[in-house]
Structures are given as C-alpha cells and as structure tokens.
C-alpha cells in the first residue's frame, strides 16, 4: 500500500483490513473510501468489502477497490478461518452479546468430553438456520428488523460447510475454538446450536475471523492505521 498512486487504486487494488471491535463492515470500509477520496481528490471510487463481519466480530476484512470489485464474489465464496469463544450455560437471542441474555441453565453436568464429542455432528455439510437477528431478508425485508419488532417468522435451513472444528481451551463455562467453514456459514448460530446439542444453552461471546482463503489477518491493517499510511504517502 506504500506508494501506490490514484491510478493504481482506480485501475484495482486488494486491501486486507482488521475490522476493529465495534466497527460496521460497512463503517470500515467508509472509512478506506473517504480516506482514498481525500488524499487523492476523487469524487468518487469504487470500493466494496467480501463478506460482511458482524460489529462484535474482529479480523480479517477483504476490501476492493476500483476495477477490483468485480472479483468481490471471488473472495466471497474462498474457505473463511475464525477463532473465538463459546459462553455455556446462557443463550441470547441474537446467539452473540449484541442482545442479553434471555435464558441461563446448568453447567454442572457438562463435561470436557461432552464438548469434544459435540464437534463431530457440526462437521462436513449440515443444516443451519440462520440468526434471527441477521441482515439477511424475507419479503423484502431484513431479518434483524422483524426481530427488533417483536415478530416471528419462519426461517429456512440452509446447507453449509464446516471443514474443521477444533476445540482449542475449555475454562467453564468458556470453551475456545477454531473453525473452517464455507460461503454462508453463520458461526452465531454454530454457537447456539452448540448449546443446544450439550443441552445448557449456548451463546457467541468473542469471533475474530483470521483466515479468507489464502490471505490472512496477521498481515492486514487497520483502518486508523490505513490512513495514517495512505495520507503519508504523497506523490513525489
């Protein structure tokens, strides 16, 4: 990203971005545009990210820019990595933080062995029903806002993809993970299901997404730090 100029971002350029905690997908990469826009007098630029994260969601962001949002749907389909942590014992009805907790059961009959075995039935392609509250839409409209409004509706499963689910640390009621998934796979409602199959409720309380394919967060920016960069680099 180090002296690239207008022409090289118009012409198409892959950024890899650390959505930090908080942040909209869509803030994130309102904030890369406004950045490009400024240091580079344009009016306007094409820019687009390659799967969305949630705000409670840290990591690894794909954005495109300039002729490069063609391939969005590219990258949208690539394996995705995350690792993150499983809160037993409590359910949400968002399956993360974003909503309190609605329920709690009983831990005490859970044991280690219970949530190593409760992996095998999330592997290869299974069934998932997606989050009520998710931006996904019905009748034309989203999900999250019959959700806010009281509303039930009924949601069709879906088939995803879960290539790997490795249980990384138990401390109860926390249990961390690491999972490779496909295109469409919602790792809330992995959670939630999770909690189900162990039969104490389950929720989503951390998710930092790690790996898209072959490109990975270690190496990816910022935003804050995007700009400080691209406002730095002036044309000689």
Avoid at 19 to 48: C, D, E, H, Y
Avoid at 121 to 142: C, H, N, W, Y
Avoid at 221 to 226: E, K
Wanted: glycine fraction near 8%.
């Amino acid at each position: 990203m180090v002296n690239k100029t207008k022409e090289d971002y118009l012409n198409g350029e892959l950024l890899l971005i650390d959505k930090p905690l908080g942040w909209t997908s869509f803030q994130a990469v309102n904030k890369l545009k406004w950045t490009l826009k400024k240091r580079f007098n344009l009016k306007k630029i094409k820019i687009g990210h390659a799967g969305t994260l949630d705000p409670l969601a840290t990591g690894l962001l794909i954005v495109c820019v300039g002729k490069f949002t063609k391939r969005i749907h590219e990258f949208q389909g690539q394996q995705k990595e995350y690792t993150g942590i499983l809160t037993l014992g409590a359910t949400t009805p968002s399956y993360d933080l974003e909503t309190a907790v609605d329920h709690r059961f009983a831990t005490d009959h859970i044991t280690e062995e219970m949530v190593y075995r409760a992996t095998q039935g999330f592997m290869g392609e299974i069934d998932q029903a997606p989050p009520v509250f998710s931006a996904l839409k019905k009748d034309g409209k989203r999900l999250y806002e019959y959700a806010r409004e009281g509303k039930e509706v009924e949601i069709q499963t879906r088939k995803v993809t879960i290539a790997e689910f490795e249980i990384t640390r138990i401390a109860f009621p926390q249990v961390q993970f690491r999972i490779v998934c496909g295109k469409g796979t919602y790792i809330r409602s992995i959670a939630h299901d999770f909690g189900k199959v162990l039969g104490c409720g389950a929720h989503l309380s951390a998710l930092r997404r790690t790996k898209i394919g072959d490109y990975n967060v270690d190496i990816a920016l910022d935003p804050t730090v995007f700009e400080e960069m691209v406002m730095k680099d002036l044309d000689t």
